[in-house]
């Protein structure tokens, strides 16, 4: 059974907040993504991760960092939000780089 | 609680071969159910469905959603290798109070094609 987990579901905060999303997944796995989709379009990867220690930049550039201190925990964090940033985020992990990803629940965020 | 279960979670075939994945769910307030093909680290989108009986196409991939029966069928006709992907089906569900429309996912059917 696939374990991921993304905190919170759903958040509404104003401009120029400070966000930080969660994630978490008990499998061990060493890959983990993070997302950005808006629904009907594709997602598109903003950061991943191959291991402790180890991050890179997607896809599609973002405003958002990320860190990877443990294998278990891979939190996304905006330095100001801004409307712009209103989206859905997914984090997901795999044990393999083409593997199969598991997803979290995903976060809706939304900057007014 | 909201899920969606896909099936079967894994298939191998053999070129040429035509290939039925299914999707099946139980949310609260269905809003729309999208496809994704994953290859590498980010999936692709196939279709989104939001009308039930009506079929939507893309070449040798086609889609049809039953919100009577709550699933939706995604058919691949003379599979080829490069067909072999994980594919994702995903629930936009629509919670009314709050105008949040958050995806669930399902675990995907991995496709192996093998010439």
């Known amino acids: 059974e696939a374990d991921i987990y993304q905190t919170p579901r759903y958040l509404v905060i104003g401009t120029g907040k400070k966000i930080t999303l969660e994630c978490s997944q008990t499998m061990g796995h060493d890959k983990m993504y993070w997302y950005q989709q808006d629904p009907g379009m594709e997602l598109h990867l903003i950061h991943y991760?191959?291991?402790?220690?180890?991050?890179e930049k997607g896809d599609l550039s973002s405003e958002s960092t990320v860190s990877r201190i443990r294998t278990e925990h891979f939190p996304l964090t905006l330095e100001s939000a801004r409307p712009s940033h209103t989206s859905q985020y997914l984090c997901?992990?795999?044990?393999?780089?083409?593997?199969?990803?598991?997803f979290g629940q995903g976060t809706r965020l939304t900057v007014v | 609680e909201d899920k969606v279960v896909q099936s079967p979670l894994s298939l191998v075939v053999h070129e040429g071969d035509t290939v039925t994945l299914n999707c099946s769910y139980e949310?609260?307030?269905?809003?729309?159910l999208l496809w994704y093909k994953q290859e590498k680290k980010a999936p692709t989108f196939l279709f989104m469905l939001t009308s039930s009986g009506i079929e939507k196409k893309s070449g040798r991939l086609s889609s049809i959603l039953d919100k009577k029966e709550l699933f939706s069928i995604l058919n691949i006709t003379a599979t080829q290798t490069g067909d072999s992907a994980v594919y994702l089906c995903a629930v936009e569900v629509s919670y009314f109070d709050s105008g949040n429309t958050p995806l669930v996912f399902g675990k995907g059917t991995r496709l192996s094609v093998i010439a």
């Open positions: 991760s191959y291991g402790v220690n180890s991050t």
């Open positions: 997901a992990s795999s044990e393999y780089e083409e593997g199969e990803a598991f």
């Open positions: 949310v609260t307030n269905f809003r729309s």
